[in-house]
């Protein structure tokens, strides 16, 4: 590729430096547009809630008062959630037009005017537009920032004998960061409620406890950039040279932890000779985390070069016709989620108790429940298109000048994908412990369960086309190069953990589900019991590219007016992928008990179902498909 680029440049100035009186009599119309764009944007976003030693507690007493108790909902919530954004849309467009130029007069010691392609990060001379925003937050869970930039040209230039350049430059840079941090606390919420009832026939109403803690950040980049240049000269001899470049710079980093310590809900209900159904009960200690950061940008390049032969006869299909295009693409993304989510000392409590009291207990639902889930992605598309079209003036279709069509198009995306999740879960507790004294009636169904769940997922994806068309009538040279590199690292780590707690006293762990009815002279069935203890992680890793270059070059004269022809085609595609996929999931002490007790007590007991079930997955996947396509067609 090197050889090629040094051998293009050495023949492009011999013709060029050759080509100085190929200009017909005329003046030489000359266009050009600049435009530069340059976008600069953070959003920081922070927030944190924190709950101490919340508390619910609700107590009813009956003694010699008949009647039904309502439902009663107690609910300890710790949320964090904010927003901060930015949004800036930039929209350039520049039209030329040029008359008509036949008769007109040109210097036979005129030279084509240089021009430079902006290099590096300063932007060209000239009327250019700049975006900055910052914002801070003090209070977030969600960054965001969008900016879509569209830059267009058109330049058009009348038929006529006389010659023309036309440049045009475009240069669009976009540089991103969002931040978005959230932590939710819950220390020690309780809920609790207490129903008793002496000589007071009637029902419960159904009884619902909840402590919950969640957290949520959210970073999020989008970046759209269209670039168009279509340059249209008509007569003689003529230069077209466009150069388009876009550099994009995204990082997100999302970072979230939910943290609940000694969660707890007991519901009591004593009845002495008071008849009556209990209502259904559910409880539950809640604690998610969840942490997204995310990246996307789009990148669109087209140039369109439209040269062709006098329509008036100023002989200016006698000298030279040079067409260059140049596209340059940059894409970097880095992309970074972390979720903790913890939960320790969790219980939940349902100890019914009837003494000469007939009537049916509710079913009871208990769980304990810890995610964390991070996710990192980053998404790269881009497109690169280039039609360079030169058609002699001459009724043979062929001119005696030289044509030059030179097209270069180079393109790099990078990306950095890193996930992390963890979820702990210590000492988790499910107690259902009814007790029935010459009291019959059938008890509900009870279902229990401590789970544990953590995902990390990273992924990149880059989609890169390229794409040039060179169409050239008579003598002439081709030249067309294509360059395509795509790098891409993604990371995913997951844990998650279920462990047993210890017992105030120090003596043994406290942890898992127990179920221990106990009935003395109280007939009745039992309703189904289900305990279950699951802990799962998955980590999953995934890199995808998908790189298309296509390249036609035609060149044909339908007369036999003799010169040359010259293809030259070169096209160079590079990926480079690397995934790594770690899982891990512990699991100790986790126990199911279910003790049921019958003293002089006829009835049916339900099915039981007890799991304990630990599950981790890594996938680690990449994935690159690579097309090329040269087309050659000279007569």
Same mark, same amino acid.
């Given at each position: 590729?090197?050889?090629?680029?040094?051998?293009?440049?050495?023949?492009?100035?011999?013709?060029?430096?050759?080509?100085?009186?190929?200009?017909?009599?005329?003046?030489?119309?000359?266009?050009?547009?600049?435009?530069?764009?340059?976008?600069?944007?953070?959003? #920081? @976003?922070? +927030? $944190?809630?924190?709950? *101490?030693? !919340? &508390?619910?507690?609700? /107590? %009813?007493? =009956?003694?010699?008062?008949?009647?039904?108790?309502?439902?009663?909902?107690?609910?300890?919530?710790?949320?964090?959630?904010?927003?901060?954004?930015?949004?800036?849309?930039?929209?350039?467009?520049?039209?030329?037009?040029?008359?008509?130029?036949?008769?007109?007069?040109?210097?036979?010691?005129?030279?084509?005017?240089?021009?430079?392609?902006?290099?590096?990060?300063?932007?060209?001379?000239?009327?250019?537009?700049?975006?900055?925003?910052?914002?801070?937050?003090?209070?977030?869970?969600?960054?965001?920032?969008?900016?879509?930039?569209?830059?267009?040209?058109?330049?058009?230039?009348?038929?006529?004998?006389?010659?023309?350049?036309?440049?045009?430059?475009?240069?669009?840079?976009?540089?991103?960061?969002? #931040? @978005?941090? +959230? $932590?939710?606390?819950? *220390?020690? !919420? &309780?809920?609790?409620? /207490? %129903?008793? =009832?002496?000589?007071?026939?009637?029902?419960?109403?159904?009884?619902?406890?909840?402590?919950?803690?969640?957290?949520?950040?959210?970073?999020?980049?989008?970046?759209?950039?269209?670039?168009?240049?279509?340059?249209?000269?008509?007569?003689?001899?003529?230069?077209?040279?466009?150069?388009?470049?876009?550099?994009?710079?995204?990082?997100?980093?999302?970072?979230?932890?939910?943290?609940?310590?000694?969660?707890?809900?007991?519901?009591?209900?004593?009845?002495?000779?008071?008849?009556?159904?209990?209502?259904?009960?559910?409880?539950?200690?809640?604690?998610?985390?969840?942490?997204?950061?995310?990246?996307?940008?789009?990148?669109?390049?087209?140039?369109?070069?439209?040269?062709?032969?006098?329509?008036?006869?100023?002989?200016? +299909?006698?000298?030279?016709?040079?067409?260059?295009?140049?596209?340059?693409? %940059?894409?970097?993304?880095?992309?970074?989620?972390?979720?903790?989510?913890?939960?320790?000392?969790?219980?939940?409590?349902?100890?019914?108790?009837?003494?000469?009291?007939?009537?049916?207990?509710?079913?009871?639902?208990?769980?304990?429940?810890?995610?964390?889930?991070?996710?990192?992605?980053?998404?790269?598309?881009?497109?690169?298109?280039?039609?360079?079209?030169?058609?002699?003036?001459?009724?043979?279709?062929?001119?005696?000048?030289?044509?030059?069509?030179?097209?270069?198009?180079?393109?790099?995306?990078?990306?950095?994908?890193?996930?992390?999740?963890?979820?702990?879960?210590?000492?988790?507790?499910?107690?259902?412990?009814?007790?029935?004294?010459?009291?019959?009636?059938?008890?509900?169904?009870?279902?229990?369960?401590?789970?544990?769940?953590?995902?990390?997922?990273?992924?990149?994806?880059?989609?890169?086309?390229?794409?040039?068309?060179?169409?050239?009538?008579?003598?002439?040279?081709?030249?067309?190069?294509?360059?395509?590199?795509?790098?891409?690292?993604?990371?995913?780590?997951?844990?998650?953990?279920?462990?047993?707690?210890?017992?105030?006293?120090?003596?043994?762990?406290?942890?898992?589900?127990?179920?221990?009815?106990?009935?003395?002279?109280?007939?009745?069935?039992?309703?189904?019991?289900?305990?279950?203890?699951?802990?799962?992680?998955?980590?999953?890793?995934?890199?995808?590219?998908?790189?298309?270059?296509?390249?036609?070059?035609?060149?044909?004269?339908?007369?036999?007016?003799?010169?040359?022809?010259?293809?030259?085609?070169?096209?160079?595609?590079?990926?480079?992928?690397?995934?790594?996929?770690?899982?891990?999931?512990?699991?100790?002490?986790?126990?199911?008990?279910?003790?049921?007790?019958?003293?002089?007590?006829?009835?049916?007991?339900?099915?039981?179902?007890?799991?304990?079930?630990?599950?981790?997955?890594?996938?680690?996947?990449?994935?690159?498909?690579?097309?090329?396509?040269?087309?050659?067609?000279?007569?």
């Amino acid at each position: 590729m090197r050889r090629f680029l040094v051998a293009l440049v050495v023949a492009l100035a011999v013709l060029a430096a050759s080509s100085t009186t190929a200009f017909a009599d005329g003046s030489v119309p000359v266009q050009a547009a600049t435009q530069s764009a340059d976008t600069g944007q953070a959003a #920081l @976003a922070a +927030s $944190s809630a924190t709950q *101490v030693q !919340p &508390s619910n507690q609700n /107590i %009813s007493v =009956r003694v010699l008062s008949p009647g039904d108790d309502g439902a009663v909902n107690q609910s300890n919530d710790a949320t964090s959630s904010a927003n901060a954004t930015n949004d800036a849309t930039t929209k350039q467009s520049a039209d030329q037009s040029a008359g008509s130029l036949c008769g007109c007069h040109v210097p036979s010691t005129w030279s084509a005017p240089t021009s430079s392609a902006p290099t590096g990060g300063s932007a060209p001379a000239g009327g250019g537009g700049g975006t900055s925003q910052g914002n801070g937050a003090s209070s977030a869970g969600t960054a965001d920032n969008t900016a879509p930039t569209a830059q267009g040209a058109s330049q058009s230039s009348g038929g006529g004998g006389g010659g023309g350049v036309q440049a045009a430059q475009q240069d669009a840079s976009t540089q991103q960061a969002a #931040l @978005a941090g +959230s $932590s939710a606390t819950q *220390v020690k !919420p &309780s809920n609790s409620n /207490i %129903s008793v =009832r002496v000589l007071s026939p009637g029902d419960n109403g159904s009884v619902k406890q909840s402590n919950s803690a969640s957290s949520d950040a959210n970073a999020t980049n989008d970046a759209s950039t269209k670039q168009r240049a279509s340059q249209d000269q008509g007569g003689g001899s003529g230069i077209q040279e466009a150069t388009q470049k876009a550099d994009t710079g995204q990082l997100a980093v999302g970072l979230s932890s939910a943290k609940q310590i000694e969660p707890s809900n007991s519901n009591l209900s004593v009845r002495v000779l008071s008849p009556g159904d209990d209502g259904k009960v559910k409880q539950s200690n809640d604690v998610s985390s969840e942490a997204n950061a995310s990246n996307d940008a789009s990148t669109k390049q087209n140039v369109d070069q439209d040269q062709h032969g006098s329509s008036c006869g100023c002989h200016g +299909s006698d000298g030279l016709a040079l067409q260059v295009a140049g596209q340059k693409s %940059s894409t970097e993304q880095g992309a970074f989620a972390a979720s903790s989510a913890e939960q320790i000392g969790a219980k939940n409590s349902n100890e019914p108790v009837r003494i000469w009291s007939k009537g049916d207990g509710g079913n009871v639902t208990q769980s304990n429940s810890v995610s964390s889930s991070a996710d990192a992605s980053n998404d790269a598309s881009t497109k690169q298109r280039v039609d360079q079209d030169t058609t002699g003036g001459n009724k043979c279709g062929c001119s005696s000048g030289v044509g030059i069509q030179a097209a270069g198009q180079s393109s790099f995306t990078g990306q950095l994908a890193g996930a992390a999740s963890s979820a702990k879960q210590v000492g988790a507790e499910n107690t259902n412990a009814p007790v029935r004294i010459w009291s019959k009636g059938d008890d509900g169904s009870v279902k229990q369960s401590n789970d544990v769940s953590s995902d990390a997922t990273a992924s990149n994806d880059a989609s890169t086309r390229q794409h040039a068309d060179q169409d050239l009538s008579g003598s002439g040279i081709q030249a067309l190069g294509q360059e395509s590199g795509t790098l891409q690292g993604s990371f995913a780590l997951s844990s998650a953990e279920q462990l047993p707690g210890r017992e105030k006293c120090g003596c043994g762990s406290g942890s898992g589900n127990s179920a221990g009815p106990i009935r003395i002279g109280s007939s009745g069935n039992d309703g189904s019991l289900k305990q279950s203890n699951r802990v799962s992680s998955s980590a999953d890793a995934s890199n995808y590219a998908t790189t298309k270059q296509k390249a036609d070059q035609h060149a044909s004269g339908s007369c036999t007016c003799g010169g040359f022809g010259i293809q030259v085609l070169g096209q160079k595609a590079k990926t480079g992928q690397l995934s790594v996929a770690l899982s891990s999931a512990k699991q100790i002490g986790a126990s199911n008990k279910s003790n049921p007790v019958r003293i002089g007590s006829y009835g049916n007991g339900g099915e039981t179902k007890q799991s304990n079930d630990a599950s981790s997955y890594a996938t680690s996947s990449n994935d690159a498909w690579t097309k090329q396509h040269g087309h050659q067609f000279l007569i």
